[in-house]
């Protein structure tokens, strides 16, 4: 404890410093490719980097990670926002870059539940010639690991990861 005292300082401003801009620019995105690139007012929780983001890169960068938890700079703090809020759609049916020519929306409300939160996402299932490889609703879910609640038009899943986390708590 002695020798941790003599740098609870330093903690202390890391720990500050995690809460805030981490020093970062907020006037460019350093993930768009031009150099007029958009303000950058986005942070991710679950990502490793500390990068902040436009909303377009932020949407393009969570396409495969659509449970992330996402903040807003306001000017003077971080508020929650969520990638549904800045328009992320979760397609499932193809794999991740692969676009459905016809895909058909999912339940307004469709609410995921995972190791870091309750999720409400846009979720968008493959309707094209796709169709007969990609699945029904149900198989279309489960082959993207999310485990639904009901057999019958779900409007809630539960990822693999977070049953498998309730599995070893309840062991």
């Known amino acids: 404890l002695a ?3 003599s740098h609870h300082n330093d903690f202390l401003s890391e720990l500050l410093r995690a809460e805030g801009l981490r020093g970062n620019d907020t006037s460019h995105c350093s993930w768009c490719p031009s150099e007029s690139a958009s303000e950058a007012l986005l ?10 983001l436009c909303d377009s890169c932020c949407i393009l960068v969570h396409a495969t990670n659509p449970f ?7 000017g003077q703090f971080f508020d929650k926002i969520t990638l ?16 459905c020519i016809n895909p058909r929306l999912g339940p307004r409300d469709f ?9 409400s996402i846009s979720i968008r299932y493959c ?40 599995s070893m708590l309840t062991l």
């Open 3 to 5: 020798e941790w005292s």
């Open 43 to 52: 942070q991710c929780k679950d990502c490793v980097s500390e990068a902040l």
């Open 68 to 74: 992330h938890c996402v903040q807003r700079w306001n």
């Open 84 to 99: 549904k809020d800045l328009g992320l759609v979760f397609q499932v049916g193809h794999p991740p870059d692969v676009a």
């Open 111 to 119: 609410v995921v539940v995972h190791t870091n939160g309750i999720h």
């Open 127 to 166: 309707k094209c010639n796709h169709f007969h490889e990609a699945g029904d609703t149900i198989q279309q879910l489960l082959r993207y690991e999310l485990y639904p609640a009901t057999l019958s038009d779900p409007t809630t899943c539960f990822t693999y990861c977070v049953l498998e986390h309730f």
